[in-house]
């Protein structure tokens, strides 16, 4: 094990580091007018490295670097793949909308490299206060990124709003490791689980747990602290939103999921209800309110509320399943958002020209490649079966009841009925037949990048839904590297576990 | 029409020997089953068979009287057709009265031949036949339906079990032959009875009719308007229906309950979604209360959830 | 060698056509001639499964089974017994008559059009075939997404509030089912319909009685809705007048009946016979209340919605009789709906064509126009009241007569039914082509039935003749399967006495 370079253990993140260095210090070299786009490319190059590399971590033999900081693992890959595919369609869908006039793409592209190292170190960090600067990393990254829209009074207030909040929440995340650390002396998560049995104060430890909860709570947006998306989401320009809406959250799940599993299964019967009520408020709170939504963006912020619900499901079912689950259900969302979010931003532009789902009438006619795609994606997000929604959701909810989560799964599955409302007037009125819109003259035409990111997310959301075995494969190595199956050998009924 | 027994001959004797066959009289079609059915109700073991056999009885010499009145009617005395259809005759035959092309003679022949020899496969054992369609739909009649827990048994013992359920019960009390011959020259006779009234009203003495019509004139008005049973049947059940499923079911159930349950559970979906969209007031103070509020429940129910659950 | 596949070769034929419609390009009439040569190719297809059936089997045949995904345990299992056999073979045959009908509606958006209607042929199929119910369900939401979108897309005025108001109504409820498969899931450990009806009716008692009963009615919930039974037709009438001929066709019916016949009867017999009573009235009510609102509906389209919802109860009247004569009359009566039916829309649809309009009151006279016309309306008519040596008449009478065998009540009220259908029925065809002729008619030269439309009528009203003369042909191969079932509902309802009568 100790025969491993420690830095293989970092590659990806290594590689991104460099290549976000490396844009930002050739930026203020070129010249003022000529175009940032090659960055992007670069930036994508630096990417697909990091893809590749993360890939190869599997051959490595699991095992830890740093003074036991970093792990990689079959868990951790599996979520550096998802983050790096995301990163690469965001960098493709960034090249297509970004423009002449597009202020600071340079920066963008350093920004995304960063926020993705961040990410990235909060999957494979086991040691809380590394995962708590990974955490740092990703939304300090993001708050610049959701302010990106200078022109709009909108982004500067989202940035702003964004960032005053996150702080607040990621005060709790320090506090709760704190109390943790007081409680059982170590901030090495899979230390914790040992060391809590022989704790003297153990309601510190179960306190500090809820404030980290609340902490990714937050930055999952799920109820009740989800508040901040909408306004969020409406300010940020619809790439950055792609990117946000999927990549830090699959990162803070990921960090969410190896907390409860690994460091405190004991206490599961605390964070189990706590779970089960968040999981039921956010699905509710999220389908709920996007029903009446006219703006697209704040209808897909309401919906990825509902989304953190979702997989909130999932985390009480107290099984291997539910967190290959989980993790399957992040990576099948990540594909169709980023990809609903690719065509939102190419209709709309970097200035969200198209906002309201009537702008969006008759998008099919105008353009048979994006009309089909959104109807796409939007079925998938519907969870209509043949598409990675539906799998995902299928699995998660499969998991709760094969838990005997029976009543979660009737709510989950009755909001995801009617979630379908408000994603059907989205696609109904792609399909309406066109009034004469100058909005939907203004697209331009489909380009390469646009079409790469495209295949990328179709082909992953129709793998993921027609032949999901290899990533299902994924999951469950994951899952089981996470928690072998005897960690919380719950099965049915949680009573039975004492 | 009237007088048409030249100009269309064929249709003329087709025709008549479908007029003998309806009424019912030997050796035509109409005869043997008409005698079959009446008889079958004379010898019925129900109480109502003999009823049903008077009523029977006294339709067929009605039914003989208005073939009759048809056939005199359109094939013997004057035309009654207005002038100038006659007039027409001669120079085009647009409207003139002529014999039908052999598409329609064809079938006309062929149905008019089985109505005089159709009979003959039924010639009942009464008359020195036997009856060849008798049993024909006895196999339909005495099928039983089968329930599910029949068909389990059945399947799992033994096929005789199915057909304990598929054999014909035993044959049904018959009468005798000369009953049935005795009923038959009845039923003929008064087949008769109606053709002979046709013929003297139509044919004998065609002011006849109209004398008899103002003598019983509310009995005529009776008959010529049905006996009023459409208009009844209008007021009664027809204008019903019509109001209560235009007004009641099709207005007010469909569009109020079942329309208006669905727009009503889907408003009310929207309203709760509309009361959750004003939490989003923009305000960012608010946000943070919000967010305060959400951790200090989930804080406060870990601290006084502990207890209970602690599980070490 | 062909019987090993022949199930995925008709499931998939038309979606590697929707595939290659997508590509072709939108010039003349390419895509509908290839798109009518692909449904006739499917069509073919499913005529090899009553050629080779194996007749006196109640099992299922043409059976593959691969597994797909490992954990969840989902297989690939497709197989098709007498009842569903026939259903694939109908959606076979009703696909080129779509396609012909559809032939100058749809004018724009061919290419759209085409694409989805292939692929709604896919889910439709798939629903009958699938026997792995993660691929049945997939099939059967499959099957709303195309439709939603044709009727967004080609809806009169009211499309997009029309086709999500359908989504929604059969999406809802299958939530339910979905949670419901789950469950069955969590106890069984297996999605394939074979396993789990052996699971259940050997393993069956030791579940909670409470819980299946409300799986049960989970799966019949969603069900139907999708048939739909009184009172959950709310969407039928809307979908109707919105959607373009080629969907209405095959919106209602035999998807739902279908699947209360597989699943509920299947997997539920015991809980299927307790709620057979409320399901019984449910359907006698539907008979009546479709007919009488049938009866004084303007629009021909909304006509045709509430003789549906009249036409199809009678179907469920005949499932939850629990007989074999019912049941058999049942299935058969889904194939006749579908097809006359289907003719029926058609026969709206091309009259729409020439005049524009749906409203009733607006034609009359029409019959001397119009005599090829008048003639098919007039067979399609009397085959749906149920006239004899016409198809409707044998399922309707196997239906009504094993109704009064087992609810007398009932079953006059039933009867009731076909004469009221009788008189809207007819009344139609008196307003439409008889009487004098209306202004629209007078002014309008229109062409009589043209030779496209003709192929795509005549067929169909032989086949109306056919399937009521020769019935025991197609019964054959649905009784096999039917006392198939009536064996497992009498096995589940003797285990259940003697539970009862144990714990006495």
């Not at chain 3, 099957?143 to 108001?165: C, T």
Request: proline share 4%; with cysteine; glycine share 10%.
């Amino acid at each position: 094990m100790t025969d491993v370079p420690q830095i293989y253990r970092i590659l990806p993140e290594v590689i991104l580091t460099i290549t976000g260095v490396i844009i930002m210090l050739v930026e203020p070299l070129l010249a003022k007018n000529s175009s940032r786009k090659p960055l992007g490319w670069l930036a994508v190059l630096g990417t697909l490295a990091s893809l590749a590399a993360s890939n190869w971590q599997l051959q490595l033999p699991a095992g830890t670097a740093f003074y036991g900081t970093v792990q990689t693992d079959a868990y951790s890959v599996f979520f550096h793949v998802a983050i790096a595919g995301i990163v690469l369609a965001t960098l493709l869908v960034t090249l297509d909308a970004a423009t002449a006039e597009t202020e600071g793409l340079g920066e963008l592209f350093a920004l995304i490299c960063f926020g993705a190292v961040g990410m990235m170190l909060m999957t494979s960090g086991i040691e809380l206060l590394l995962v708590f600067i990974g955490l740092e990393i990703s939304s300090i990254s993001t708050y610049i990124m959701a302010g990106f829209r200078k022109k709009s009074a909108k982004g500067p207030e989202a940035a702003i709003k964004y960032f005053l909040l996150g702080s607040f929440a990621t005060a709790f995340f320090l506090y709760g490791i704190a109390l943790i650390f007081g409680a059982t002396g170590t901030t090495v998560i899979p230390a914790v689980a040992g060391l809590l049995t022989s704790s003297q104060t153990p309601i510190l430890a179960s306190i500090g747990l809820t404030m980290i909860i609340i902490g990714l709570g937050f930055k999952v947006s799920a109820a009740p602290f989800q508040v901040w998306t909408p306004d969020v989401y409406e300010g940020a320009t619809s790439v950055v939103v792609g990117l946000m809406s999927t990549a830090p959250k699959a990162a803070a799940f990921a960090v969410l999921l190896r907390v409860l599993y690994v460091a405190f299964p004991a206490l599961h019967n605390h964070w189990q209800p706590l779970l089960w009520g968040m999981a039921a408020l956010s699905m509710t709170i999220g389908n709920l309110g996007a029903l009446r939504q006219q703006n697209v963006k704040l209808m897909l912020a309401y919906s990825s509320i509902a989304y953190a619900g979702y997989l909130l499901v999932a985390f009480t079912a107290l099984s291997q399943d539910g967190i290959a689950a989980a993790s399957f259900y992040t990576v099948s969302y990540a594909a169709m958002n980023v990809g609903i979010f690719a065509i939102f931003s190419h209709a709309g532009g970097m200035g969200d020209r198209l906002t309201l789902i009537q702008d969006y009438r008759g998008l099919a006619y105008r353009s048979p490649l994006l009309g089909g795609a959104l109807a796409f994606f939007l079925i998938s997000l519907i969870g209509i079966p043949f598409t990675g929604g539906f799998f995902g959701k299928f699995y998660v909810f499969a998991s709760a009841l094969h838990s005997g989560l029976v009543w979660l799964t009737i709510i989950g599955l009755v909001n995801s009925g009617i979630a379908a409302y408000y994603y059907l007037r989205l696609l109904a009125s792609a399909y309406s037949k066109p009034v004469h819109s100058d909005l939907l003259d203004g697209i331009p035409r489909v380009s390469i990048p646009l079409l790469f990111a495209l295949l990328l997310t179709v082909a992953t959301t129709l793998i993921l839904g027609i032949v999901p075995g290899r990533v299902l494969a994924g999951a469950k190595a994951g899952a089981n590297t996470l928690s072998p199956a005897a960690a919380i050998d719950i099965g049915g009924n949680t009573d039975a576990a004492k | 029409m009237g007088g048409l027994r030249k100009k269309i001959p064929v249709t003329f004797w087709t025709m008549t020997m479908a007029v003998f066959a309806i009424s019912g009289f030997p050796p035509f079609a109409g005869f043997f089953s008409k005698d079959e059915i009446l008889y079958q109700a004379f010898v019925s073991p129900n109480s109502l068979g003999k009823i049903l056999w008077f009523v029977g009885l006294l339709t067929a010499g009605l039914t003989s009287f208005y073939m009759f009145r048809l056939w005199y009617l359109t094939f013997f005395g004057e035309s009654r057709a207005p002038k100038a259809a006659h007039d027409d005759h001669g120079n085009g035959h647009a409207h003139g009265v002529h014999e039908s092309p052999w598409i329609m003679l064809a079938p006309l022949a062929i149905l008019a031949v089985l109505s005089v020899i159709g009979g003959w496969v039924g010639v009942p054992a009464a008359l020195g036949g036997h009856s060849e369609i008798e049993h024909f739909l006895s196999p339909v009649m005495h099928a039983q339906y089968l329930s599910y827990e029949q068909v389990s048994v059945a399947m799992s013992t033994h096929p005789q079990v199915v057909a304990q359920f598929t054999n014909p019960p035993s044959e049904a009390a018959e009468g005798s032959k000369s009953l049935e011959l005795l009923l038959a020259v009845v039923s003929v006779a008064v087949a008769a009875i109606g053709w002979f009234f046709a013929h003297l009203f139509y044919f004998a003495k065609p002011a006849l009719p109209a004398q008899l019509a103002a003598k019983v004139r509310g009995l005529y008005a009776l008959l010529l308007n049905k006996y009023w049973i459409d208009e009844l049947y209008g007021a009664v059940i027809v204008t019903p229906i019509l109001l209560v499923s235009r007004y009641v079911l099709k207005g007010l159930f469909d569009t109020g309950v079942i329309t208006g349950g669905s727009l009503a559970l889907g408003y009310a979906t929207q309203g709760v979604g509309s009361v959750v969209q004003r939490i989003q007031s923009g305000n960012i103070r608010s946000y943070a209360g919000w967010l305060a509020i959400g951790a200090a429940a989930l804080l406060l129910l870990t601290y006084f959830g502990f207890g209970a659950h602690l599980t070490f | 060698m062909l019987n090993d596949s022949i199930l995925s070769l008709i499931t998939f034929v038309p979606t590697a056509g929707a595939i290659v419609v997508a590509l072709l390009p939108r010039s003349g009439k390419l895509i509908q001639w290839f798109t009518l040569l692909v449904t006739l190719a499917t069509f073919g297809l499913t005529l090899h499964l009553p050629a080779h059936y194996h007749y006196g089997q109640s099992g299922f045949q043409f059976e593959e089974n691969h597994p797909w995904i490992a954990s969840p345990k989902i297989g690939y299992h497709l197989g098709v017994d007498g009842i569903s056999m026939w259903l694939v073979v109908l959606v076979g045959f009703l696909g080129p008559m779509a396609v012909l009908a559809s032939w100058k509606a749809i004018e724009t958006r061919t290419k759209e059009f085409y694409f989805l209607f292939l692929l709604q042929q896919t889910a439709m199929i798939g629903v009958f075939v699938a026997l792995d119910m993660f691929l049945y369900y997939g099939f059967w939401e499959l099957s709303l997404v195309p439709m939603a979108i044709l009727i967004a897309m080609f809806g009169r005025n009211r499309g997009a509030q029309a086709a999500i108001k359908f989504f929604l109504f059969t999406f809802i409820p299958s939530a339910f089912l979905l949670v419901g498969m789950l469950w069955l899931y969590a106890k069984t450990g297996t999605f394939d319909f074979v396993e789990t009806q052996q699971y259940l009716s050997q393993n069956g008692s030791l579940l909670a009685p409470q819980a299946l009963w409300w799986v049960s009615l989970a799966f019949l919930f969603a069900f139907a809705v999708k048939v739909p039974v009184f009172p959950l037709h709310g969407w039928l009438s809307d979908v109707f007048s919105e959607a373009p001929t080629a969907m209405a066709m095959v919106v209602a019916g035999k998807l739902g009946l279908y699947s209360i016949i597989r699943f509920n009867l299947g997997l539920f017999p015991a809980q299927s016979r307790q709620i057979a009573p409320l399901m019984i009235t449910l359907a006698v009510i539907g008979i009546l209340y479709g007919a009488l609102i049938a009866l004084v509906q303007q629009d021909l389209k909304r006509f045709i919605a509430f003789s549906t919802v009249g036409h199809l109860s009678f179907c469920t009247l005949g499932i939850f009789c629990f007989t074999v004569v019912g049941l058999n009359g049942s299935v058969y009566q889904i194939l006749n709906h579908e097809l006359s039916g289907a003719a029926m829309l058609i026969l709206f649809g091309i009259l729409y064509e020439r005049y524009g309009t749906y409203d009733m009151a607006l034609y009359g006279g029409l019959a001397g126009r119009l005599p090829r016309m008048a003639t098919l309306y007039l067979i399609t008519t009397l085959s749906l009241i149920g006239l004899p040596i016409l198809n409707g008449f044998v399922g309707e009478f196997l239906i009504l007569s094993s109704s009064f065998g087992v609810h007398p009540y009932w079953g006059a009220a039933a009867t009731l039914g076909v004469i009221l259908s009788a008189a809207y029925m007819l009344g139609m065809i008196q307003k439409l082509f008889y009487g004098q002729q209306s202004q629209l008619v007078a002014n309008k030269p229109v062409p009589d039935v043209m030779a496209r439309e003709g192929f795509a009528l005549v067929p169909a009203a032989i086949l109306m003749l056919v399937l009521g003369v020769a019935s025991p042909y197609w019964i054959r191969a649905i009784s096999d399967a039917v006392n198939g079932l009536a064996g497992n509902v009498a096995h589940a309802t003797v285990t259940l006495t003697t539970n009862v009568a144990e714990k006495r």
